[in-house]
Nanobody, 125 residues
Framework: QLQLVESGGGLVQPGGSLRLSCRVS????????IGWFRQAPGKEREGVSC????????KYADSVKGRFTISRDNAKNTVYLQMNSLKPEDTAVYYC??????????????????WGQGTLVTVSS
C-alpha cells in the first residue's frame, strides 16, 4: 500500500525557514515523481513544486521560485522541500503526492497515485 507521511511543519516567523519531509513506504521511491502541494484556508489546492523520478527535472510555482528547493534521497525513501524566506502567504497545509506516470513531473495535475495527510505551515509574527 502506497503511503506518504509529511513532517516538518510548524510556526515560523516571516523570513524564516523550514524543511518539510515526505517519507514514503509501501513502494520504491525510484519509480515515482513526487510533488508538493498546499492548501490555504478558504483557497483551492495549488501545486508548489515537483521532482521527477530521476531527480533531473524540477518545477516550481512562480510564487516560490528562488525561495523553495525540492530534493530527493531515494536511499532514505524521502523527498524534501526546503523553504526559505517564508512569507505569511505561504501559510497552508502542505501535502506531498506520488505519481508513477512519465519521466517528468507536474504541479498542475492533481490526479495522482497517492497523497499524504499533510503538515501545517504557519508563517506569522
Amino acid at each position: 500500500q502506497l503511503q506518504l507521511v509529511e513532517s516538518g511543519g510548524g510556526l515560523v516567523q516571516p523570513g524564516g525557514s523550514l524543511r518539510l519531509s515526505c517519507r514514503v513506504s509501501g513502494f520504491t521511491l525510484d519509480y515515482y515523481a513526487i510533488g508538493w502541494f498546499r492548501q490555504a484556508p478558504g483557497k483551492e489546492r495549488e501545486g508548489v513544486s515537483c521532482i521527477s523520478k530521476s531527480g533531473s527535472s524540477t518545477k516550481y510555482a512562480d510564487s516560490v521560485k528562488g525561495r523553495f528547493t525540492i530534493s530527493r534521497d531515494n536511499a532514505k525513501n524521502t523527498v524534501y522541500l526546503q523553504m526559505n524566506s517564508l512569507k505569511p502567504e505561504d501559510t497552508a497545509v502542505y501535502y506531498c503526492a506520488a505519481d508513477r506516470r512519465g519521466s517528468s513531473c507536474s504541479i498542475t495535475d492533481f490526479d495522482l497515485d497517492a497523497w499524504g495527510q499533510g503538515t501545517l505551515v504557519t508563517v506569522s509574527s
